[in-house]
């Protein structure tokens, strides 16, 4: 069985900033890409950064120079800093891991998602 569990969205004020954590958890052998995606209401899913086990990342247009992705391999850890936040950014904020695991005498491989955090900025 394997987890993600995102922490530290909230209510901020723009141009204020928040930093969020995923933690996997379980039967995990390998961790690969993982990432944070959002969804604001009424839209689709969409990346805001990923960032690969060798800490290569991929950032979204719209948050460059404003959120960085970091990860730390020991604790199957992903942080997300987000600064300068805008009103925009409001949308609940999905953790995701590409990752093998163990289960059962076999190896598996599969995408997990974490159940969401809410992240709002206030005008």
């Known amino acids: 069985q394997v987890q993600l569990v995102e922490s530290g969205g909230g209510l901020v004020q723009a141009g204020g900033s928040l930093r969020l954590s995923c933690a996997a958890s379980?039967?995990?052998?390998?961790?690969?890409?993982m990432g944070w995606y959002r969804q604001a209401p009424g839209k689709q899913r969409e990346l805001v950064a990923a960032?690969?086990?060798?800490?290569?990342?991929n950032n979204a247009d719209s948050v460059k120079g404003r959120f960085t992705i970091s990860r730390d391999n020991a604790k199957n850890t992903i942080y997300l800093q987000m600064n300068s936040l805008k009103p925009e950014d409001t949308a609940v904020y999905y953790c995701?891991?590409?990752?093998?695991?163990?289960?059962?005498?076999?190896?598996?491989?599969?995408?997990?998602w974490g159940q969401g955090t809410q992240v709002t900025v206030s005008s």
């Open positions: 379980g039967s995990i052998k390998t961790i690969r890409t």
């Open positions: 995701n891991a590409d990752l093998t695991y163990y289960s059962r005498g076999y190896y598996g491989t599969n995408v997990y």
């Open positions: 960032i690969t086990s060798g800490g290569g990342t």
